[in-house]
Structure formats: structure tokens, C-alpha cells
């Protein structure tokens, strides 16, 4: 490897995993990106403890309900995602990929790429049959990187997100349908 090349290393977060520290990484990379604009539901950066707590509830959903993955640079968090079966019985086939995130410092990398391919894995393996996202329609590039891994957009809300005063943007929803095919 040379001394340019970084080692980055994606795995599932397990609840043996959920460190004050890993929670605090997660945190931090959450903020500095919301604080930047990013489209990752929130108006302003969360507090440590609410992001915190919406880590250790996608994990404590357990692998058959919800997946949370990370992309890790040494002990650096670089990227996280998750997804999470839908609650209501006649949803409950069905899944939402949520909060795909990756560190300004490690963009460009392929990181969204593996945390998604890693995301899709994991729910195939579990058995849900579509997995449905969304995303703001200002976000090109979240529409490539969904696209790349198969995501179909099958609705288009206009103007329905408001992230701030006078500023309205389009909510794109796509799905991945992972049933098997004959």
C-alpha cells in the first residue's frame, strides 16, 4: 500500500459496537454535515444525544428488522447508513434506506457506494422485499448513486421539503424491488 493510500474498511454495526465514542463519531460526522447543508432530514445539526439514541435503536432492531453500516478509516468513522423494516403489519415486508452519509474528508472514494451495496446485501438477506428510499431533488448526486445500485423513482412530491425560510425543494422516493424473479 502506498503512503497515499488509505485502508477503508465497511462492516454492520453490532450492539457491542455502540461506544460512547463510536456514538460521539457518529454524532459529529451527523453534524458537520447538516451543518453544511446536507439533506440528511434535519434543519440544524442534532445533539450528540439524539443521534445517539437513533443508533442504538436501528441496532437494538435487530438484523432481521434493520441494518446499520459504517465505513471506517482506522477508528474513524468516515460513512454510516442504515435501513429499517416498516413498522405498520401490512408494511412490514418492506424497508427504508435512511441517512446515507459520508465525511466530506472521504468523498469521491466509493464509500456511498459500499455502504449502499452493503445496505441492499443485508436486506436481501433478510428478506425484505422492496426497499424504498428518499431524497431531496436537489441532490444529483444521491440520485446517481441510487440509480447505480438499481432504485427506480416512483413518486415526486413538489416543493414538499422545506429545509428554511423561502427554500423549498421536491422529495424524489425510489425503490428497489428485491423479490426474486421467475
Known amino acids: 500500500m502506498s503512503s497515499n493510500t488509505v485502508a477503508i474498511r465497511c462492516r454492520a454495526v453490532q450492539s457491542a459496537d455502540l461506544t460512547t465514542d463510536f456514538t460521539d463519531q457518529a454524532a459529529v460526522l451527523i453534524q458537520r454535515l447538516v451543518a ?3 439533506a440528511l432530514g434535519w434543519t440544524a445539526p442534532p445533539s450528540r444525544a439524539e ?3 437513533l443508533v442504538w435503536e436501528v441496532v437494538d432492531d435487530g438484523p432481521g428488522d434493520a441494518s446499520f453500516v459504517v465505513a471506517e478509516v482506522g477508528d474513524e468513522i ?4 442504515f435501513w429499517r ?3 405498520r403489519p401490512t408494511y412490514r415486508p418492506h424497508a427504508d434506506l435512511e441517512k446515507v452519509a459520508v465525511s466530506p474528508d472521504f468523498q469521491g472514494r466509493g464509500l456511498a457506494h459500499e455502504i449502499v451495496r452493503r445496505l441492499v446485501d443485508s436486506a436481501r438477506d433478510a428478506g425484505i422485499e422492496m426497499l424504498t428510499l428518499d431524497f431531496r ?3 444529483a448526486a444521491a440520485e ?3 440509480a447505480s445500485h438499481g432504485f427506480r423513482e416512483y413518486g415526486r412530491l413538489p416543493g414538499f421539503v422545506a429545509p428554511g425560510e423561502g427554500q423549498r425543494y421536491d422529495r424524489v422516493m425510489q425503490v428497489l424491488d428485491l423479490r426474486p424473479t421467475a
Open 137 to 139: 431533488g436537489d441532490n
Open 36 to 38: 453544511d447543508g446536507a
Open 144 to 146: 446517481r448513486l441510487y
Open 51 to 53: 443521534v445517539a439514541d
Open 85 to 87: 423494516r416498516y413498522l
Open 78 to 81: 468516515a460513512g454510516l447508513g
